[in-house]
């Protein structure tokens, strides 16, 4: 069966400190991989999608950039952080292709400070 | 402006007492609509995918069904466990496919 990592589930950081959140699929191949925001009581917001290694498409302009160095890995890293940035940030995947559902990962709560 | 839109925002119900929850969309060409549970300080759990107008979904107490504008996520006798957020999201094809989801609604279960 497929599962999905996220690490670190808490993180508090001051504002202007880097940022990498990391996610990880076991159990399939060449995912779609997916980076959320959730902002309290809000609906999510795509940040960055992937369809494989290297391959980065990026919703939302903004200070946070993705990366996937390996099939199943998928990092979510800022220079500098701001405020802004806080909230509740997901991971998912998906079986490339059609329209399939995403499975989410546990979650990594950010607040910076 | 694609949208999907969910109501009500929050619902209270008496353990046993059935209900429904609205989730209504605007896409240019729907590929699927989707079906999630998110209890709180955790990632969405997948519940149903609807491809098509008619189409029925059931687990449970829970049965999501699809129109061409709207999909019902409808809950029969629930028990105070089913307190959480439902989210619907709806998946388009526009040159890429591209999922939207709504803000959810907040369902709370009193014993």
């Known amino acids: 069966s497929q599962t999905i990592h996220q690490w670190p589930a808490t993180l508090v950081q001051p504002v202007g400190s880097p940022l990498s959140l990391e996610c990880t699929v076991e159990?399939?191949?060449?995912?779609?991989l997916y980076w959320y925001r959730q902002a309290a009581g809000r609906g999510l917001q795509l940040l960055f999608y992937?369809?494989?290694?290297?391959?980065i498409s990026s919703e939302v302009p903004q200070n946070l950039s993705a990366s996937r160095p390996q099939d199943r890995q998928f990092i979510l890293s800022s220079k500098k952080l701001l405020l802004s940035d806080s909230g509740f940030y997901l991971c998912a995947w998906s079986v490339a292709g059609q329209a399939y559902e995403q499975y989410f990962g546990p979650g990594t709560r950010l607040t910076v400070t | 402006e694609d949208q999907v839109t969910q109501s009500p925002e929050a619902l209270r119900l008496q353990e046993g007492e059935s209900s429904s929850l609205n989730c209504s969309y605007t896409v240019s060409g729907l590929r699927g609509l989707f079906w999630y549970r998110q209890d709180p300080g955790k990632g969405p759990e997948f519940l149903f995918t609807l491809y098509s107008a008619g189409e029925e979904k059931e687990k449970e107490r829970l049965k999501a069904t699809l129109t061409k504008k709207e999909s019902f996520l409808h809950i029969t006798a629930p028990k105070p466990e089913d307190s959480a957020t439902y989210l619907c999201?709806?998946?388009?094809?526009?040159?890429?496919?591209?999922?939207?989801f709504g803000a959810g609604t907040r369902l709370f279960v009193k014993a």
């Open positions: 159990g399939t191949s060449n995912p779609n």
């Open positions: 999201a709806v998946q388009e094809y526009t040159g890429g496919f591209k999922t939207i």
């Open positions: 992937s369809v494989g290694i290297g391959q």
